[in-house]
């Protein structure tokens, strides 16, 4: 099992990065949580990984947190959650409001991400409720968290978008943009899609 990777950045995209280890480029799946804290293209980076093993294929998960690696591999073990539904959660919720949601039984809010239905929103509350709070980052009180402002979201965006390479200032511009009107409920996930479609324009 490859637990982690470090080496440079050679290339970045919405979902995926490529880091060169040793003369061999990796492509490394990630969160927009996980791109947002990775360096600019050319820069090194470390990344802990979980490495999924298929006969068709072998696929590379990276995490900027020993955190958001622990929440991933709990999502994967829910009854249908696959990887890619596992990295649309952390791309959407911090393993931290991951908890805080599951703790309150918000299924309402889980069923915002995208892919995830009320079946199985119900699912990972149930299955992952025990688990979560255990964890050091979960909340020992059941509260349901505040959304945050669209403000905060924009800045998610933001830096995501730096980190695809644009200038902060467009990526700034793009990101409000992208924001205002959308309300907090949105995903950052859909804010940086709809933030790329802009920049296109």
């Given at each position: 099992?490859?637990?982690?990777?470090?080496?440079?950045?050679?290339?970045?995209?919405?979902?995926?990065?490529?880091?060169?280890?040793?003369?061999?480029?990796?492509?490394?799946?990630?969160?927009?949580?996980?791109?947002?804290?990775?360096?600019?293209?050319?820069?090194?980076?470390?990344?802990?990984?979980?490495?999924?093993?298929?006969?068709?294929?072998?696929?590379?998960?990276?995490?900027?947190?020993?955190?958001?690696?622990?929440?991933?591999?709990?999502?994967?073990?829910?009854?249908?959650?696959?990887?890619?539904?596992?990295?649309?959660?952390?791309?959407?919720?911090?393993?931290?409001?991951?908890?805080d949601a599951v703790a309150a039984?918000?299924?309402?809010?889980?069923?915002?991400?995208?892919?995830?239905?009320?079946?199985?929103?119900?699912?990972?509350?149930?299955?992952?409720?025990?688990?979560?709070?255990?964890?050091?980052?979960?909340?020992?009180?059941?509260?349901?968290?505040?959304?945050?402002?669209?403000?905060?979201?924009?800045?998610?965006?933001?830096?995501?978008?730096?980190?695809?390479?644009?200038?902060?200032?467009?990526?700034?511009?793009?990101?409000?943009?992208?924001?205002?009107?959308?309300?907090?409920?949105?995903?950052?996930?859909?804010?940086?899609?709809?933030?790329?479609?802009?920049?296109?324009?």
């Open positions: 099992m490859i637990a982690s990777v470090r080496g440079v950045i050679r290339e970045k995209s919405v979902d995926h990065v490529i880091v060169e280890v040793g003369g061999v480029g990796l492509r490394v799946q990630v969160s927009l949580h996980t791109l947002a804290e990775l360096p600019q293209q050319g820069g090194e980076a470390r990344l802990l990984t979980f490495l999924q093993v298929r006969e068709d294929a072998l696929t590379l998960f990276g995490f900027a947190s020993a955190e958001e690696r622990t929440a991933f591999e709990l999502c994967i073990g829910v009854q249908q959650v696959g990887p890619k539904l596992a990295m649309s959660v952390l791309s959407t919720m911090t393993p931290q409001e991951l908890a039984e918000d299924t309402a809010r889980l069923r915002k991400i995208p892919g995830v239905g009320g079946k199985t929103a119900e699912r990972l509350v149930l299955e992952l409720r025990d688990k979560l709070a255990k964890l050091p980052f979960a909340r020992t009180a059941a509260v349901k968290p505040a959304e945050p402002p669209a403000s905060a979201l924009a800045a998610q965006v933001a830096s995501a978008l730096v980190n695809l390479g644009y200038k902060p200032a467009e990526a700034a511009r793009a990101a409000e943009s992208a924001a205002n009107g959308a309300g907090s409920a949105v995903s950052v996930a859909d804010l940086v899609r709809k933030a790329l479609r802009t920049l296109a324009e």
